[in-house]
């Protein structure tokens, strides 16, 4: 998977273009295709949250990255003046953020479906230790793969 996304733009990469308020130019999104609706999905809150609320001066993420099976979202606020409502929203993100996440351990991150039932746990890749999330046939396809590196 790493190879491929260095001489092809990846799905998820992409929407750094679509969101240029909330990404620095050079930012890298180090995680799989199958979370790019997730991702998204922080990016369309918060720039809600940018464009609607008065307060806010400017969210930058900071990182956006895979970490022991599950989406993890980091980002920098800044706003105009400190009140309570700051506070608030602040908060706000944060809890919105950790839902994102908690609910990435349920969706592969390679093809973006909901895990089966199956497999309920983050599982390890193939040949290595990495705990990843994964539906079955990614897994399958995964296992394959590393079976026949294995075999050359
Ligand atoms: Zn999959």
């Known amino acids: 998977m790493k190879h491929i996304t ?23 999104i180090d995680c799989g295709d199958g979370w790019a609706e997730l991702v998204r999905l922080v990016c369309k809150y918060f720039q809600m949250n940018v464009d609607g609320k008065q307060e806010v001066k400017e969210i930058k993420f900071s990182q956006i990255k895979e970490k022991f099976g599950f989406l993890r979202v980091y980002f920098n606020i800044s706003f105009h003046k400190d009140t309570k409502d700051t506070q608030n929203t602040y908060e706000r993100m944060h809890m919105f953020i950790f839902a994102i996440e908690n609910i990435s351990g349920l969706v592969c991150e390679t093809c973006g479906i909901m895990k089966t039932a199956k497999k309920n746990v983050q599982i390890r890749t193939p040949g290595s230790f990495w705990k990843k999330t994964m539906c079955d046939k990614c897994f399958e396809k995964a296992e394959k793969a590393y079976k026949k590196r294995m075999k050359d």
């Open 6 to 28: 260095k001489t092809q733009p990846s799905k998820i990469q992409g929407i750094v273009k679509e969101f240029p308020t909330l990404f620095d130019q050079a930012f890298s």
